[in-house]
């Protein structure tokens, strides 16, 4: 799973299509290989919970195997009191609602 860099690359999923949850939210667009770009805003903490975040995210997205396609991932303020389970029962919700898994 390579990150998703450049500004371009961020103003280009704003087309795609979307989908959320109660702690996230996804974009994507179809792409010749994965590419995952994680938002985590201050709104959820300092630098410590916001890292722990996007490490879960990171861990929850490495063991999916999702199909190839740019993702951006963009955490709420309430996912800073989620455990690792709820992040993942949340992107799977969000993941399914925008049409990239079933």
Do not use: C, T
């Not at 702690?23 to 010749?32: D, E, G, H, Q």
């Not at 199909?67 to 709420?76: I, Q, R, S, T």
Request: proline fraction near 4%; hydrophobic fraction near 45%; avoid cysteine.
């Amino acid at each position: 799973m390579l990150s998703l860099k450049g500004d371009q690359a961020f103003q280009r999923l704003r087309k795609g299509r979307a989908g959320w949850g109660r702690l996230l939210s996804v974009k994507w667009l179809p792409a010749p290989e994965l590419r995952v770009g994680i938002v985590v805003s201050k709104k959820v903490g300092k630098a410590v919970v916001r890292n722990r975040v996007k490490r879960r995210l990171r861990e929850i997205l490495r063991r999916l195997h999702l199909p190839k396609a740019h993702l951006l991932v963009v955490a709420g303020p309430e996912a800073r009191e989620a455990g690792y389970a709820e992040l993942f029962q949340d992107l799977i919700r969000a993941l399914r609602k925008s049409g990239l898994i079933q």
